[in-house]
């Protein structure tokens, strides 16, 4: 049985950074696209960022590019979210996801982690 753990969220400032982590076990990931989503209260889950099996190949949803950067560690079964110059509203429960095809949408990732708050004040 696959379990993802998120970490790394909590409370910053706008303009702030934090760096989300997501681990993978119970069998490697390392085939799989990954992927970062996020649901405020009241708001759709929205993608975030995805990343290929090999790393060589990412997504952003427009609402983070170039300030979100996502990778992942094969070896370590792991992926994670650098997010820079936080806003307000990036303010979300965000969580990871494993695919076995490349896509933003979400009804196409079987494997989901239990989430980790992010907070950004102004």
């Known amino acids: 049985q696959v379990r993802l753990v998120e970490s790394g969220g909590g409370l910053v400032q706008a303009g702030g950074s934090l760096r989300l982590s997501c681990a993978a076990s119970?069998?490697?990931?390392?085939?799989?696209?990954m992927g970062w989503f996020r649901q405020a209260p009241g708001k759709e889950r929205e993608f975030v960022a995805a990343?290929?099996?090999?790393?060589?190949?990412?997504y952003y949803g427009d609402s983070v590019k170039g300030r979100f950067t996502m990778s992942r560690d094969n070896a370590k079964n792991t992926v994670y979210l650098q997010m820079n110059v936080l806003k307000p509203e990036d303010t979300a429960v965000y969580y990871c996801?494993?695919?076995?095809?490349?896509?933003?949408?979400?009804?196409?990732?079987?494997?989901w982690g239990q989430g980790t708050q992010v907070t950004v004040s102004s």
């Open positions: 119970g069998r490697t990931l390392s085939s799989n696209t």
């Open positions: 996801a494993a695919s076995l095809v490349e896509t933003t949408s979400p009804h196409a990732y079987y494997y």
């Open positions: 990343i290929s099996w090999s790393g060589g190949r990412t």
